[in-house]
């Protein structure tokens, strides 16, 4: 139905920027919401921050508010996440999802998705 491919994972210094994408295929205008996830060693998958896909509206978790960005580009059916400042703690696989349903969304919650990429490793040395 829709495929999400991420991409622009890497290698990086504390303190610098990194810009992942998630390009969308197949099925894209029944997404109704894209969404960050990643998941560290060790530790359980966690929700990063999302953006609806019309309306542009955003949530962000408390740990990366003020240093990670999220938008879309709806012509390019691809959303963006610049990630600034980043820390040793951001190092994880970063996973993009989305959402069909067009109801109540608990941006938190794993179940809540439809669809998954497979991930892009982001790794911030000290």
């Known amino acids: 139905q829709v495929q999400l491919v991420e991409s622009g994972g890497g290698l990086v210094q504390a303190g610098g920027s990194l810009r992942l994408s998630c390009a969308a295929s197949?099925?894209?205008?029944?997404?109704?919401?894209t969404a960050w996830f990643r998941q560290a060693p060790g530790k359980e998958r966690e929700f990063v921050l999302g953006?609806?896909?019309?309306?542009?509206?955003?949530y962000y978790a408390d740990s990366v508010k003020g240093r990670f960005t999220i938008s879309r580009d709806i012509t390019k059916n691809t959303v963006y996440l610049q990630m600034n400042s980043l820390k040793p703690e951001d190092t994880a696989v970063y996973y993009c999802?989305?959402?069909?349903?067009?109801?109540?969304?608990?941006?938190?919650?794993?179940?809540?998705?439809?669809?998954w990429g497979q991930g892009t490793q982001v790794t911030v040395s000290s």
């Open positions: 999802a989305a959402r069909s349903r067009r109801s109540a969304l608990v941006w938190t919650i794993l179940g809540e998705y439809d669809y």
């Open positions: 197949g099925r894209t205008f029944g997404i109704y919401a």
């Open positions: 953006i609806t896909w019309n309306g542009g509206s955003t």
